[in-house]
């Protein structure tokens, strides 16, 4: 059974870091793209960020570029976002999300949660001011 677990949230203040995870179980990562998403209470649920599944391909909400880095370790099954320079308005929840990469209609459709069928449950980021 696939599933996804996220860690490393937490609280930071304005302009910090923190790296999360998203640890797969149950499946091998290749074939697979992975996303990140992020809701914020009131808020749709957005993408922002993904990785093809060779790896070769990346892709970023333009609130987040230059701010976040994605990256996998296939062999460690492990999907990492390295948020740095952080705002307030990064404050939400992140879910990691996977789905075979193949036959997508768009480059846009990576960041589109509701092409990914696989989630896991969450870890929260709390940004200070």
Do not use: H
Not at 1 to 24: D, K, P
Not at 44 to 53: D, H, N, P, Y
Not at 59 to 71: L, P
């Amino acid at each position: 059974q696939l599933q996804l677990v996220e860690s490393g949230g937490g609280l930071v203040q304005s302009g910090g870091s923190l790296r999360l995870s998203c640890a797969a179980s149950g499946f091998t990562l290749d074939g697979y793209a992975i996303g990140w998403f992020r809701q914020a209470p009131g808020k749709e649920r957005e993408g922002v960020s993904c990785i093809s599944a060779a790896g070769g391909n990346t892709y970023y909400a333009d609130s987040v570029k230059g701010r976040f880095t994605i990256s996998r370790d296939n062999a460690k099954l492990t999907v990492y976002l390295q948020m740095d320079s952080l705002k307030p308005e990064d404050a939400a929840v992140y879910y990691c999300a996977a789905e075979p990469d193949e036959g997508r209609a768009s480059l846009s459709s990576y960041l589109n949660w509701r092409t990914f069928g696989s989630w896991g449950q969450g870890t929260q980021v709390t940004v200070s001011s």
